[in-house]
């Protein structure tokens, strides 16, 4: 091999800044978008192991804190319905495992709405020092969302066992609506995170809001059957992918498969809109934040 061909093999890829906005082309943004997100894997794993390690290493009990909260949080609401202080109606299934993976479920949501703010706040001073693919942040997000969310599935085989609840064929389909529920959190974080690192009370007021959609979920009581509630699965979007996930690893069935595909191809609608605005704000909101 010659020696210009050593040197052509170790050429980097060239990078042209240009003030012209992506929308100008598409197709080549969203060329450049999955070839972003297809080499940021690597990193995005190193930067998910250094985040979950800091995490688990700085507490006092360590992995214990990621089973403390939907356990505390479960028990509360089991211990309310026990002593009749909260109705919620009747279960198909026992109510300690259907409020333990609602509360889960809903945790996996809640989480996946902050978690790329977080994200991109934590490592604000790194995207305005060198450039890798700003989809790594995401990625990473993801990753630790997963991996929490893993550990607690922990909590959910041990109830199954307790209670007695058989695994069906339909457990195989519940992590795709599982998938759905996360990625819907992800794309409203993403379509918030702009608004939300310019302006900090925007996490108050989410924190807020989230403490109201909570109850507005079917996460602690069955779908209502009678009007005005029922409205909830109809226009409260995070209700048909919750349900059809504890639905589907629970019983095996699903209640309204149609509502939940329309769903399902909305969030991925959503998600890309949301992708391309993420891209198009992250160069602004960084030259904004190193001013």
Known sequence: ?????KNKNLELPTITYTPDSGLRSPIRMLRQMFLDLKNARELAWRLAVRD????????????LWAFLGPVISALLFIFLNNQKILNVGKTDIPYPVFVMFGTLLWGLFSESINAPMTAVTANMSILSKIYFPREAIILSAILKVLFN?????????????????????????????????????????????PIGILYKDVSTVLSAFMGLWFYLTP???PVPNTWPMSLMSTWNPVSPVLVAARDLATKGT??????????????????LIAWIMYRLALPILIERMSA
């Open 52 to 63: 979950i390690s800091a995490t688990y290493r700085q507490s006092l009990f360590g992995i």
């Open 1 to 5: 091999m010659t020696t210009n061909q």
């Open 219 to 221: 996460v602690i009581y």
């Open 149 to 193: 969310f893993g550990i607690k599935l922990i909590i959910l085989v041990i109830f199954f066992i307790i209670f007695g609840l058989r695994f069906t064929p339909g457990i195989l389909l519940s992590p795709f609506a599982i998938l759905m529920l996360m990625l819907m959190g992800i794309a409203l974080g993403l379509l918030i995170t």
């Open 254 to 271: 699903l209640q309204d498969p149609m509502l939940f595909l329309i769903v399902s191809a909305a969030t991925l609608v959503i998600l």
